[in-house]
Structure formats: C-alpha cells, structure tokens
T-cell receptor, first 117, second 109 residues
Framework: GAGVSQSPRYKVAKRGQDVALRCDPISGHVSLFWYQQALGQGPEFLTYFQNEAQLDKSGLPSDRFFAERPEGSVSTLKIQRTQQEDSAVYLC???????????????FGSGTQLSVL | DAKTTQPNSMESNEEEPVHLPCNHSTISGTDYIHWYRQLPSQGPEYVIHGLTSNVNNRMASLAIAEDRKSSTLILHRATLRDAAVYYCILGGATNKLIFGTGTLLAVQP
C-alpha cells in the first residue's frame, strides 16, 4: 500500500499487560512520529525518529513507554504494565525527509485504538 | 510553543464556501501555519500550510493576515465528505505538531 500502515487496528489489554504497536511508514520516508490521542482531544506528540535515531522522546509520558526503529523503517511502540489511562488511539506518521524542519507535510496512519481494562 | 485559538464548532451547508478562522497572536517569525483535518476513525490528513503569503491547493485556500496573527482556511464548496475536525497548528522550529482541540465542522445537505 502507499500509505502509513498501523497494526493492530484495535487492541484490548488487561491492566498490567505489555503491548506492542507496529507502524509501517511510507517506503523511503526518513522521519517517523508517534502521537497519542485521547477521546475528544487532539493528538499529542510522543516521539520522533530520523532514520533509526530517536531524536526527540520528550512526549513519552513515563518510562513504561518505549519506541524503537532499529533499521530505520518499521517502528514499534511498546507500553509496559499498561494502565487504564493508557487507553487512547496511537497514531504514527511519516515524512520524506526531516518533516517540519524541511517544510514537509506529515502522512498519518489510521491509528491503533488501545483499550486497557 | 505558540498557541492557536479556534472555534469549537461550525456549521455549513453543502456546496457553500466555508471560512474556518484561527487566531495565533503569539506566532513567531519562523512559524509556519499548518492545517490538518481528521475524519471520524481516521488519522489526521494534511490540508495546507503557509508562512506569509496566501496559499492555494486542490483542497483549500489559506488566507494569512498581514500581521500573521490570524489566518483563515477556506473550503470553496463544502461537501459532506468535508465534515471533520480541522486543526490549525503552528510549527517549523521543531518537528512537533502541537494540536489543539480544533474546530468540528458539520456540513448539512
């Protein structure tokens, strides 16, 4: 496909479980972003990769959240010991070069809806 | 990060123009003005962005005030598929898009 792909589309976890959310960016895109969107709110920035380097992780809410992009393409957002407040839609976006720094638009996936019971 | 202010909601009739306002009085000289929209159950979608001059593309037009403290997204002929939340965002100095709560646009047939 030509767009950003995220899987799974829906994830239900019991409180305390670990989850892993996958993002396949558009092929060749250098920059990759993760956002968290709570119900009724706008997306909030979590972290940013340029190729395999995680250049900004200032938005990760706690050390239970971890993101990686080991080969500079697919990225995984991992949440350990999930809590109810982690329930949200997790969005991934990519851009061809350095994103906003090079005046580019971001391409978003449809997100993974995480529900923690 | 500079903030934007948008109305919570707006209504339009199908095939009529829609003007979505955004105030950004604390904008810096290097901030671009970005507009994204989000349809139900989808991720945000890029609409348009600009720095100082008005911009046009196939989706919309962006009118930027001379002092850059406000801007207006113009949909020339609203369709039912334009019903979405529209976000006005300032960015460029960093690689973060700081979303607010946006404007929920309802389009009536």
């Amino acid at each position: 496909g030509a767009g950003v792909s995220q899987s799974p589309r829906y994830k239900v976890a019991k409180r305390g479980q670990d989850v892993a959310l996958r993002c396949d960016p558009i092929s060749g895109h250098v920059s990759l972003f993760w956002y968290q969107q709570a119900l009724g709110q706008g997306p909030e920035f979590l972290t940013y990769f340029q190729n395999e380097a995680q250049l900004d992780k200032s938005g990760l809410p706690s050390d239970r959240f971890f993101a990686e992009r080991p080969e500079g393409s697919v990225s995984t957002l991992k949440i350990q010991r999930t809590q109810q407040e982690d329930s949200a839609v997790y969005l991934c976006a990519s851009s061809p070069d350095r994103g906003l720094l090079t005046n580019e638009k971001l391409f978003f996936g449809s997100g993974t809806q995480l529900s923690v019971l | 990060d500079a903030k934007t202010t948008q109305p919570n909601s707006m209504e339009s009739n199908e095939e009529e123009p829609v003007h979505l306002p955004c105030n950004h009085s604390t904008i810096s000289g290097t901030d671009y003005i970005h507009w994204y929209r989000q349809l139900p159950s989808q991720g945000p979608e890029y609409v348009i962005h600009g720095l100082t001059s008005n911009v046009n593309n196939r989706m919309a037009s962006l009118a930027i005030a001379e002092d850059r403290k406000s801007s207006t997204l113009i949909l020339h002929r609203a369709t039912l598929r334009d019903a979405a939340v529209y976000y006005c965002i300032l960015g460029g100095a960093t690689n973060k898009l700081i979303f607010g709560t946006g404007t929920l646009l309802a389009v009536q047939p």
